[in-house]
């Protein structure tokens, strides 16, 4: 076993839940640190000891050095699991810690130093043999000097943060223009998350793959690849979905990639668990992007089908053990889908959402009937809030099974079955992209989203079958309260209310006649809707007034609905689906037609902030005309820069917010004439 006895972890949320978990399966003991923000998180509640380390903002607590070297000298940590983010990557960090005699649970020294800054690990990489991106790997000065480099590569180009991460820090450019603005907004993303504003330039492949290697290295020489994961569906640079291992490579290509990532970690001297980043184009030639000298938000679907532990792996390696497995050990055994929810509006453009979670219901972890497994690995509990301070991400789920389509239709029911409310969330989304043929399919590049949803996600609309089904869903519910209704006590029975079985099914521009008619075999809540065309659904459920969610045995397909009553409406959530039913007798529909529409306020004379966050920057005043597409404000939140611009010409009639003042969603930023 390990020598360690007490782990302190410098992290929060998720992946200090994620690291508690496996220290308590090992029998060490665990320290978790919190701010102010994190006082009742759930990673405070689950370890063995807590210690207070400052403020809510990360700049005042979770990344101040000497707030953690203070915490593990009070309660006697012997090792420092730094998660990923914060101080995971920071060279300072991992010496501070070596010179206090504390053993870091990650890499050497030299090996964060030379693989955190981009700029030395593409020398370094193409020196080791590793192939690389084309692009500028010395630093940049100025916007003009950007300008210059970006049009000498050729557009497109990105430009990247040195020190970056998580998509922060990182723009596309296509011209002059954006170039010029990239680099700026570039710089203040990478000073403000990282407090290093340095920038590089590099050709941007079109239509690349996102496809990433693990490797794992022991302090005995031993280096090992784990296989590699698909990290292509993006969102702003940010992934979203993960999977391992790829549906694009073949065993080939996989290992050339594994070995030139075990060639760069050897060449530095890497210790512990790491990843090694390629951007794959469509005749699978790979170039390496960075390498992340930590543990990955995405691991989880690594572990799924290999078996391993990594972060058990990790506090092995750190206590000098040797790894009891070589290469010829690690197979790739089904496949698995990570889908990261975040606390993002999709209806608003993905922007973040902060609150309570005034549900929060996981799906059943574990091994399912039909011999699939799901996992959630998560920081947060009904109650709790998500906070303006920190990344939006509210829980990774992840599910497994023998082969691709059916990982992915398992994750379609996982995210079925997951409840939460209170907050804006991206589950809508993710379960209209695993239901999304391309996807389905495997051909997928880092563009998938900007291409399949160019105009944003409005929802996922019903077709005929979807609407039908959704109805008959409607229509069970309805007889259950109207049922409910009856069943009043101290009634004369001959003079109870009888329920009708004919009523008009209206939801989503669908509006069907339909009659309700006792099932075959008459066992439980078991029903058959007929609709106006002859056709008939078979539609049965458990459900009862009041449960929010439900499976429903619909036509023969079982179908995890959430439901929601809404005054004499039924709300209904499926499949990136919501809809709002109504279910009518014939003569009340016909009256409901009748009725006026309530048309929304106007308000395309208004900047709305379109998420909760502060104002870093007014660019116009009073008075001043402003053309389409021209920058207003900024907005910060969750630690990105909104840039907000003009949709059309007009003249600022008044400024109504002003820099460095904290909006909530929808408050009014300024006013046109």
């Not at 050095?65 to 300072?92: C, K, M, Q, W």
């Not at 790997?137 to 040195?162: F, N, R």
């Not at 700026?184 to 990433?212: L, M």
């Not at 009937?369 to 109650?383: A, K």
Request: charged content about 25%; aromatic content about 6%; hydrophobic content about 40%.
């Amino acid at each position: 076993m390990p020598a360690f006895k007490k782990i302190l972890i410098a992290n929060r949320g998720e992946i200090a839940c994620r690291v508690i978990r496996t220290a308590r399966k090992m029998g060490i003991k665990t320290v978790a640190v919190y701010s102010d923000a994190d006082a009742e998180a759930l990673h405070v509640k689950m370890a063995d000891e807590a210690v207070h380390i400052g403020p809510a903002p990360s700049s005042q607590s979770y990344i101040v050095i000497d707030r953690i070297l203070d915490a593990i000298r009070a309660t006697g940590a012997d090792a420092v699991h730094p998660g990923y983010g914060f101080l995971s990557e920071n060279a300072a960090f991992a010496q501070a810690l070596e010179k206090a005699g504390i053993a870091f649970i990650g890499p050497p020294v030299n090996a964060i130093q030379a693989m955190g800054d981009k700029i030395t690990s593409k020398k370094i990489a193409a020196e080791a043999g590793v192939s690389t991106v084309p692009g500028h790997m010395g630093l940049i000065e100025d916007a003009e000097e950007a300008v210059k480099i970006s049009a000498s590569i050729g557009y497109p180009v990105m430009i990247k943060a040195s020190a970056g991460g998580g998509g922060k820090g990182m723009r596309i450019a296509w011209n002059d223009a954006e170039a010029r603005e990239g680099f700026q907004s570039s710089r203040n993303e990478a000073k403000n998350s990282f407090g290093d504003d340095r920038i590089f330039i590099e050709k941007f492949v079109d239509q690349p793959r996102h496809i990433e290697i693990q490797v794992l290295g022991d302090q005995h020489g031993t280096t090992l690849y784990l296989g590699e994961r698909e990290c292509s569906i993006q969102r702003r640079n940010q992934k979203v979905i993960e999977e391992a291992p790829s549906p694009f490579l073949d065993a080939e290509t996989r290992r050339a990639m594994g070995e030139q990532a075990v060639a760069l970690a050897k060449a530095v001297g890497y210790v512990s668990a790491g990843t090694v980043e390629f951007i794959v184009d469509g005749a699978r030639n790979f170039y390496f992007l960075e390498m992340n000298t930590r543990l990955q938000v995405e691991h989880p679907v690594t572990e799924l089908v290999t078996g391993i532990d990594l972060v058990e792996q990790m506090i092995r390696v750190a206590s000098g053990e040797k790894l009891s497995f070589g290469q010829d050990d690690v197979k790739l055994n089904g496949w698995a889908i990570e889908s990261r929810l975040y606390a993002e509006d999709p209806y608003r453009n993905f922007l973040p959402s902060i609150g309570r979670l005034t549900r929060y219901r996981p799906p059943a972890e574990g091994r399912q009937d039909d011999g699939t497994v799901v996992r959630n690995d998560t920081g947060v509990f009904e109650g709790g809030e998500i906070s303006m301070y920190y990344d939006p991400m509210i829980a990774k789920l992840c599910t497994w099974a023998p082969d691709r389509l059916a990982a992915v239709d398992a994750m379609g029911k996982a995210l079925d079955d997951f409840e939460v409310d209170g907050i804006g969330h991206n589950l809508p989304f993710l379960s209209a992209v695993m239901d999304h043929p391309r996807f389905r399919s495997g051909n997928i590049t880092t563009a998938f989203i900007a291409e399949e949803f160019p105009d944003g996600f409005s929802g996922v609309h019903p077709d005929a079958a979807a609407a039908k089904k959704l109805a008959a869903v409607a229509v069970l519910v309805h007889q259950a309260l109207q049922e409910r209704a009856v069943q009043i006590s101290g009634t004369i029975g001959n003079h109870r209310r009888v329920i009708g079985r004919d009523w008009v099914a209206t939801l989503a521009g669908f509006e069907e006649a339909v009659t309700l008619e006792t099932g075959p075999d008459g066992a439980g809540v078991r029903f058959a809707v007929r609709f106006a065309d002859g056709t008939q659904l078979s539609v049965a459920s458990g459900w009862l007034p009041g449960q929010s969610h439900a499976r429903f045995h619909v036509g023969g397909e079982t179908m995890g609905i959430k439901v929601n009553l809404i005054g004499s409406a039924i709300r209904l959530r499926w499949r990136g689906m919501d809809v709002t039913a109504r279910v009518r007798s014939p003569r009340v529909a016909e009256l409901a037609r009748l009725m006026p529409k309530k048309l929304p306020p106007d308000t395309s004379k208004m900047l709305l902030c379109p998420m909760p966050g502060v104002i870093t920057s007014v660019s116009v005043k009073a008075g001043d005309a402003v053309e389409a597409g021209q920058t207003l404000a900024t907005v910060e939140a969750m630690k990105m820069e909104n840039v907000l611009k003009a949709e059309r010409q007009g003249i600022v009639k008044r400024v109504a917010a002003s820099q460095g003042q904290s909006l909530a969603v929808d408050e009014l930023i300024m006013e046109f004439e």
